[in-house]
């Protein structure tokens, strides 16, 4: 198999208090992601990783009310998945409409919130920083997509 050109992208969320009284308008908080994307000719695979940047905001309340908002590590794994263009499995449905990871195309995505942390992603991150992860990122890439 020849391999072909991948792109490596980097996206950040931003940490977010979006907490509502209405239940269909809350989406809660969240700490700063980091999205790892690798994308080819075939669709895009992706690894989310979770930090512990809150907002000040949000770490303040916490401290008062005696909440501890982290965990041990500095780092976690939030989602392992592929974002592809066409259906992957039988009765697999559009995921969004205008997915970022594919350039605003219709996607089909799956992924794991498990499978990062059974890897060790978040540590091989913290201890070697990004290049384990885009080795990794392309690996799967093959592995979903051909």
Known sequence: ?????????????????????????????????????????RGAVQVLIGTKLYLTSVVKEYQRKNIDLFEDETFTCWDVGYHSPKP???GQEICDNECKALDGEPCY???????GDELGLHKLFE????EPI???LEKEYYEVFY
């Open 1 to 41: 198999m020849k391999k072909e050109k991948l792109i490596r992208e980097v996206n950040f969320g931003m940490p977010y208090d979006k907490r509502h009284i209405n239940p269909k308008k809350n989406y809660g908080i969240s700490s700063m992601r980091i999205w790892f994307i690798l994308k080819g000719s």
């Open 88 to 90: 992957m499995f039988e």
């Open 109 to 115: 995505y799956d992924g794991s919130s498990l499978i």
């Open 127 to 130: 201890e070697q920083g990004e």
């Open 134 to 136: 885009w080795e990794f």
